[in-house]
């Protein structure tokens, strides 16, 4: 679904990442594993074409579209469920969503939020509260829910654990894994490695911008000099 070559992202004379190559493929959860700095969201962001990308080729569904705004990307259909979700605290759960599916008619929009309601029952019922209230696993799946409101087959995760109790993290992966079963792709960016394990059968290591290793998940992490020099004894 999703084929990355060479990817290089700059922000003026610094290189954020170097010829990053991956794949994503419809139905899986892919994950980016890597310390801080590493280079994991200046990936996504590059792929999404919200940060300058200075050499690469972007091929989603057979189509080359490496040329293609952030606007045109997300119709085609790939979405980023941000880091720290970025929810407007004083808005409503229900504004929150619908701010997914920007730009699309009424009935485009009430219909996606049905789906939204249909697959969280609880979002539904608490919909008219703010959505700085929540909870931050609460508020990471509203962050969820808000991707899937532009009907993507693509989402991109970044580090949607962060600052999230063990419990809620179980309850994210749960989400996430559903979410790939009904066909979306999904790549996962993260530093903890226990989710990636429980989600991904594929992983990319990234160190200093670069991919540092690639391949099953199984693999990657039973190799101790991998996991010692990017992971951190302590992921």
């Known amino acids: 679904m999703l084929t990355v070559q060479n990817l290089t992202v700059a922000f003026g004379p610094t290189v954020a990442v170097r010829d990053v190559s991956l794949r994503a493929e419809a139905g899986t959860v892919t994950g980016i594993l890597g310390a801080n700095g590493a280079g994991k969201t200046s990936t996504l962001l590059g792929i999404l074409g919200r940060v300058p990308r200075q050499s690469g080729r972007i091929v989603f569904n057979g189509h080359d579209v490496t040329d293609h705004g952030t606007g045109a990307l997300v119709r085609a259909g790939i979405a980023l469920c941000p880091e720290n979700r970025r929810l407007f605290p004083n808005m409503s759960i229900e504004d929150n969503l619908l701010l997914g599916a920007y730009g699309q008619g009424r009935k485009t929009r009430q ?13 539904h019922d608490r919909r008219a509260e703010a959505a700085g209230r929540l909870s931050g696993g609460q508020q990471q799946t509203v962050a969820i829910a808000r991707a899937l409101m532009s009907d993507p087959q693509l989402v991109l995760l970044d580090e949607p654990s962060s600052g999230l109790s063990p419990v809620a993290v179980d309850e994210v992966g749960e989400t996430l894994r559903d979410i790939a079963r009904d066909g979306t792709a999904m790549l996962l960016v993260e530093q903890n490695v226990r989710l990636v394990e429980k989600l991904c059968s594929t992983a990319y290591v990234l160190a200093h911008g670069q991919v540092a290793a690639s391949g099953p998940v199984t693999e ?10 990017y992971l951190g004894t302590g992921a």
Not at 112 to 122: I, Q
């Open 111 to 123: 219909e996606r939020l049905g789906r939204a309601y249909e697959r969280f029952g609880w979002l």
């Open 220 to 229: 990657l992490l039973d190799a101790d000099a991998v996991s010692d020099a």
